[in-house]
């Protein structure tokens, strides 16, 4: 007997008919009871940004197995607003391109709300400003990515102060999972139900060539643990950071600045694979620490579009100078900038021994509590937590890492009798005095 296509496409849209098993909700929480988080530990891939919003939309019309009863607000919380919207609401997978056509929300940018036909309602919110969650009340919550939050407990708290309508809110957390503390603290919560899957887990709704070029090259290797397998990754045990000097490194704000500068580790090549180039900026503050401001790094770019992220780095933060590199491009890189801004004040330095020796230094300032990161920057911090003597695990160039060494090194750590980085061209020492001794 043939299925007519208008049940085809009915049944294609049933997703609690064709999910996988770790779609399905979990049948308790760690304490045996009902669960009021459910958090989803899963590969890149695995189908986590469908399960979410198809958890969304099964509770705005009180489907089972989700849900008894519709909810009429939801908070939607991504890493980014454009996160939020490129990837929880207007992704393929996304709130609306989910369900029969007639029962999808509609998005209204300016308001950062979503409305269904029958009366509810999802607002956007990013975890880049938590305090937007102060004052608004839902039943219910989605939260995308949360191991890449800038401010993931502050943001995360504010949201559990406002689920607080219905008889029981709920909410669901899918994530790839990085060691920070949120994340383990959810894990060990007895109200959390726990589902983990692997990319694999998806399999037939991936590329085949994706998934072939993926895990051949990233199999066993600490990053395809975390992003494949979808593990939680603890501290290397040779590692420079631990996962708890950088949380402990976090602060909310920088004081009065005395002094900013920007460090550059250009790429050898603009060609595809070559390394990215490391752009992290980063100041001296009143009180003697060192303030990590931003990452900026960019993927294989060409000389003249790192040069000119660069260079705009510089202009954003009103920085003295840039640090750069030069071990693989010479006077190059001083160029290449200049064509940028001819005015730009560039200090080249050249690496004279091995990257965990210059890093050494900067990873004991962090030990004494000397350096602090201005909220999150999770690429850089994967960098640190996974760099030991053999370099990062998965062999790749830690080029976030050695931009951070440059500014920090430029901005505070004394020179050795045998300087671990030395300045070419005449450009003095590296530490200017006002800095020795911290």
Not at 182 to 198: E, I, N, S, W, Y
Not at 276 to 303: F, K, N, Q
Not at 315 to 324: E, G, I, P, S, W
Not at 415 to 423: C, G, L
Request: hydrophobic share 45%.
């Amino acid at each position: 007997m043939r299925i007519p296509v208008k049940d085809t496409v009915t049944l294609d849209r049933d997703f609690a008919l064709f999910a996988h098993a770790h779609q399905d909700p979990p049948p308790a929480a760690n304490n045996g009871g009902p669960w009021t988080t459910w958090l989803v530990l899963a590969g890149r891939g695995a189908g986590k940004t469908r399960l979410g919003a198809e958890w969304v939309r099964a509770l705005v019309h009180g489907e089972s197995p989700h849900a008894v009863a519709p909810h009429g607000a939801i908070a939607l919380v991504g890493e980014t607003e454009h996160d939020v919207r490129e990837v929880m609401i207007d992704g393929p997978a996304g709130l609306l391109h989910t369900g029969p056509r007639a029962m999808r929300p509609q998005w209204t940018p300016t308001r950062r709300r979503l409305q269904w036909p029958n009366g509810a309602v999802g607002y956007a919110f990013s975890a880049e400003d938590p305090e937007q969650l102060r004052g608004p009340q839902f039943d219910a919550a989605w939260c995308d990515e949360l191991a890449k939050w800038h401010y993931a407990d502050e943001t995360f708290d504010m949201l559990q102060f406002g689920l607080r309508l219905g008889r029981f809110p709920r909410q669901i957390v899918t994530t790839t999972p990085r060691p920070i503390a949120l994340v383990k603290r959810l894990v060990d919560d007895p109200r959390t139900a726990v589902t983990r899957a692997a990319t694999q887990a998806n399999a037939a709704f991936l590329s085949p060539a994706f998934l072939s070029a993926v895990i051949e090259r990233y199999a066993g290797t600490r990053l395809g643990r975390q992003e494949i397998d979808g593990e939680i990754i603890e501290d290397r045990a040779d590692a420079l950071w631990t996962r708890a000097m950088i949380e402990a490194a976090r602060v909310r704000s920088a004081p009065a600045l005395a002094r900013i500068v920007v460090g550059v580790d250009p790429p050898g090549s603009a060609k595809p694979g070559s390394d990215r180039c490391g752009i992290i900026a980063a100041s001296v503050g009143e009180d003697g620490l060192v303030y990590v401001l931003e990452d900026a790094s960019v993927e294989r770019a060409m000389p003249s579009e790192w040069a000119a992220r660069a260079v705009a780095v510089y202009r954003r933060h009103q920085a003295d100078t840039l640090v750069a590199e030069v071990n693989q491009g010479g006077d190059m890189v001083r160029a290449v900038i200049r064509g940028v801004d001819a005015a730009a004040p560039v200090k080249t330095v050249h690496a004279t021994r091995g990257k965990w020796l210059r890093a050494e230094p900067v990873a004991s300032l962090y030990a004494q509590g000397k350096v602090k990161h201005v909220g999150a920057f999770p690429a850089l911090e994967d960098e640190m937590a996974d760099f030991g003597l053999s370099g990062l695990s998965a062999g790749h160039s830690p080029d976030r890492l050695d931009a951070l060494v440059y500014a920090v090194t430029e901005l505070i750590v004394k020179p050795r009798a045998e300087p671990r980085i030395r300045s070419l061209g005449g450009d003095g020492p590296l530490v200017p005095g006002w800095a020795r001794g911290g």
